[in-house]
């Protein structure tokens, strides 16, 4: 047995009817990229907080140089780390040796950048005429938002869409004022 929500019976209101799903389907894709934008903004804004943990040395990436001369350079890194995370941030470090360190993120606490890939693989596609898709193309962002099994989660995802539902709604409704107006 089928339920029946809303009725209405044939008759002089068809017309408007009418008029008003038409204005609904234009007005709605707008509006939706207006939601869309507004949540990639708030992941954009997630992505970016500095990171609240222990400080790292960056590690030179190829092999230029001897092996002698980088183990120096780590243990001059090591030591700068050892400063800073006793002093609990980064005062007295020299702006060179801040520049090769990293500031990892605590538990629970969206994920620190690094190299900014994460915030940068954030897209919004269009997957229909009345459905957007907003992700992140990063292979490695599903273990931050949930953690594995060796590393506890660094959500971003979840907590940016929380904060950013109002702000959604207003766009929406915002923008379907305005190509409805």
Known sequence: MDTV?????AGEGDEALAKLRVRLNSAT???????????????????????????????????SGDASKRRGFNSKLR????????????????????????????????PAADTGNLKRSLFVERTGPLSR????????????EFGTARVLPRPFMRPAVKKALAAMRDAFGKALAVRRG
Do not use: C, W
Request: no cysteine; aromatic share 8%; charged share 15%.
């Open 133 to 144: 898709s907003i992700g992140v193309a990063a292979l490695y962002a599903l273990p931050l």
């Open 29 to 63: 894709p707008a509006a939706l990229d207006a939601a869309a934008l507004v949540l990639r903004q708030y992941l954009s804004a997630e992505l970016s907080m500095p990171g609240t943990g222990r400080f790292y040395p960056k590690y030179r990436q190829g092999g």
């Open 79 to 110: 030591k700068a780390v050892g400063k800073a995370n006793a002093a609990g941030g980064t005062s007295g470090i020299a702006k060179a040796q801040i520049l090769r360190m990293h500031r990892a993120s605590l538990p629970n606490t969206p």
């Open 5 to 9: 929500i809303a009725s209405y019976s």
